[in-house]
T-cell receptor
């Protein structure tokens, strides 16, 4: 399977706990994105990486959220001191910037559904 | 004004009919346009991309782009019950950002 993978697929945690999610992008893609999606909404941008550099972070993202992409390969998203409002689907996506002319297709992983009790 | 607007639906069409989904966007500099299908509880799946004005066909799907009117549409011919899903319109700004609409829920009635 050469698509985007995410782990875990589901996470249930208690309020105040820390959680970490992993994303493995499509191997030749240099851009990796994290989104959050709640019911009835489109994916909401959280942050993105170009190779190993985190180039943009949403202003909506609190300091409890941090993301890394060591060596430009897989990425992790950590949420510290989770709150019930963090319950959502966390989506990872990857794309190749600078590929075929006009091709900026972005592909999503299966997502991690977080439930904070 | 929302950056990418879609009618939330539901849009109900009978099986075998053409479903027409519409999307408008606000950034005139947008370069690339995408349609995703999302089944309930699943992640978005890319089904069409379009970059220049006009129509692009892929099987039962046709994407239409009109940059002057800042309008993108998706036509689904011979709609099947398995097409019932939420369809997300996404716009790429040309820098790094993809902006998504809230999606249109399509129901194909058998």
């Amino acid at each position: 399977d050469t698509g985007v993978s995410q782990d875990p697929r589901h996470k249930i945690t208690k309020r105040g706990q820390n959680v970490t999610f992993r994303c493995d992008p499509i191997s030749e893609h240099n851009r990796l994105y994290w989104y959050r999606q709640t019911l009835g909404q489109g994916p909401e941008f959280l942050t993105y990486f170009q190779n190993e550099a985190q180039l943009e972070k949403s202003r909506l993202l609190s300091d409890r959220f941090s993301a890394e992409r060591p060596k430009g390969s897989f990425s992790t998203l950590e949420i510290q001191r989770t709150e019930q409002g963090d319950s959502a689907m966390y989506l990872c996506a990857s794309s190749l910037q600078g590929g075929l002319a006009g091709n900026n297709e972005q592909f999503f992983g299966p997502g991690t559904r977080l439930t904070v009790l | 004004q929302k950056e990418v607007e879609q009618n939330s639906g539901p849009l109900s069409v009978p099986e075998g009919a053409i479903a027409s989904l519409n999307c408008t966007y606000s950034d005139r500099g947008s370069q690339s346009f995408f349609w995703y299908r999302q089944y309930s509880g699943k992640s978005p799946e890319l089904i069409m991309s379009i970059y220049s004005n006009g129509d692009k066909e892929d099987g039962r799907f046709t994407a239409q782009l009109n940059k002057a009117s800042q309008y993108v549409s998706l036509l689904i011919r011979d709609s099947q019950p398995s097409d019932s899903a939420t369809y997300l319109c996404a716009v790429y700004s040309g820098t790094y950002k993809y902006i998504f609409g809230t999606g249109t829920r399509l129901k194909v009635l058998a």
